[in-house]
């Protein structure tokens, strides 16, 4: 993706200067020749790379990365970086700085997290169903051999005790497969809360919204991400975009709430949130505001 502003550019090399700084390479990044300060690459923690390349000639900044989730947090800090080296002082001809996106919005990428996290939801649920079956299973299995064990004239277990091995073990492996469902579902909320950053920052800069709009914003399309498996993320961002479009982006006009949102039911499928979501865009597009 591309950010465009309307100054020429600093070297990149200046503008990180204090992350380069901290560098093993520091001394040898800081006298390369200027050629040097036009591209960037940061590595995370989680291996994933992240590059920014800047083009003195248009005052353009490429940002480009292997995984759409890791393009926010490099997004965000140099568009502050940006911000503050320029400050709000008039540039020439009297223009403020200024940061535009023209692009499209990458909605698909945004909306193949949202599956991902989803479905991983959804597979937690399933997990949990079946080990609460399994649990259930045990406990009856475990009072018929208590009435077995007690009986003054015991009878055949019936291999009461074979299935009662068999469930405790089906518990186990549900068990862990849970656990590693739940770590899943918390690294894919991170990552859809990474995007939705992302998708939030993209939308202020292409419709030049206030720090106030972009609040709102920022409030119906929340990048915090829980991890409820019953009504989590997908159900109270369904629930925001629709009291929005209702109201402050209602056709002919901003409309007053006749009742609070209330926050949905668990759903089947994300085919009306992203319905939603794209409704929300293209009417911020058409020149409603928040």
Not at 83 to 94: I, L, N, R, V
Not at 150 to 173: G, I, V
Not at 250 to 263: D, I, L, N, W, Y
Request: charged share 20%.
């Amino acid at each position: 993706m591309t950010f465009e502003t309307n100054t020429s550019p600093p070297q990149l090399r200046a503008l990180f200067e204090d992350v380069i700084l901290q560098s093993a390479y520091s001394d040898e990044l800081m006298a390369q020749g200027s050629s040097a300060g036009n591209v960037v690459s940061f590595q995370f923690l989680s291996g994933e790379e992240c590059t920014v390349l800047v083009s003195k000639a248009a005052g353009r900044y490429r940002l480009q990365s292997e995984h759409f989730h890791a393009l926010w947090m490099l997004a965000v800090e140099l568009s502050g970086r940006l911000e503050t080296y320029f400050g709000s002082d008039a540039q020439s001809g009297g223009e403020p700085f200024r940061i535009r996106f023209e692009d499209p919005l990458p909605l698909l990428e945004f909306f193949s997290l949202i599956d991902q996290h989803f479905d991983c939801r959804q597979a937690c649920r399933s997990l949990s169903a079946q080990l609460e079956a399994q649990a259930h299973q045990f406990r009856a299995t475990q009072k018929r051999l208590l009435i077995r064990y007690r009986d003054r004239n015991p009878t055949d277990l019936s291999h009461l005790d074979k299935l009662l091995e068999a469930t405790l073990q089906q518990m186990n492996l549900l068990s862990e497969d849970i656990e590693a469902a739940q770590r899943d579902l918390v690294r894919l909320g991170g990552e859809l809360g990474g995007a939705c950053r992302l998708v939030n920052l993209l939308l202020k800069y292409k419709h030049g919204m206030s720090e106030a709009q972009y609040s709102s914003l920022c409030q119906c399309l929340s990048p915090q991400v829980t991890h409820n498996i019953e009504s989590g993320w997908e159900e109270q961002t369904e629930a925001n975009v629709s009291h929005v479009l209702r109201t402050a982006l209602a056709k002919g006009g901003p409309r007053e709430a006749s009742t609070a949102p209330q926050v949905m039911p668990a759903m089947a499928d994300t085919t009306k949130l992203k319905k939603h979501i794209s409704l929300l865009c293209d009417r911020l597009a058409k020149g409603a505001q928040l």
